[in-house]
């Protein structure tokens, strides 16, 4: 059953690829759209933006949905790093600036590696997704995010 749930979730994420013209129709503080020359994908999100949320992130998670993630979001773009401590499940991480751009994106952290793993430059927001789910979708430099979050986005919300 877990393998036919799995599967469906991703039927999910590939009709949201299908669908990007919905992304302006859909623009909430739960759903986040990534866009590139790839197509475009919606995840439900959980918006981490002060420093408790921060801290915690998806620690101790056991299991994600495809289709989800966390969004962390920062009051300034600067360097930063993440790093895997009590984290249980492989993520990529998906850095992006003040526009939503990303600028960066590690692939398949580690669960439970405490080494550093730094944005590509000055990040303002970081996408956590399932390990593997970055490169099988194409999400890459240069991709846009659009969130209501994102108050100078390149790919702004309607």
Known sequence: ???RLGALTLLGVGLSILSG??????CSDE???LRGDWGSARFAVQVADDTRERARGLMFVEQMPSSAGMLFVYDAPHE????????LIPL?????DSEGVVISVHENAVPGDLTPIPSAGEAQY?????GGLAA???IA?????QHPRISDAAWPCE
């Open 136 to 138: 099988q979708l194409g």
């Open 21 to 26: 013209q919905a992304a302006q129709a859909a």
């Open 1 to 3: 059953m877990g393998n």
């Open 92 to 96: 990529d991480m998906v850095f992006a």
């Open 80 to 87: 930063m790093s993440f790093w895997m401590k009590n984290t």
């Open 126 to 130: 970081v996408l956590e997704i399932n």
């Open 31 to 33: 759903s986040l759209w």
């Open 141 to 145: 430099e240069g991709s846009e995010m």
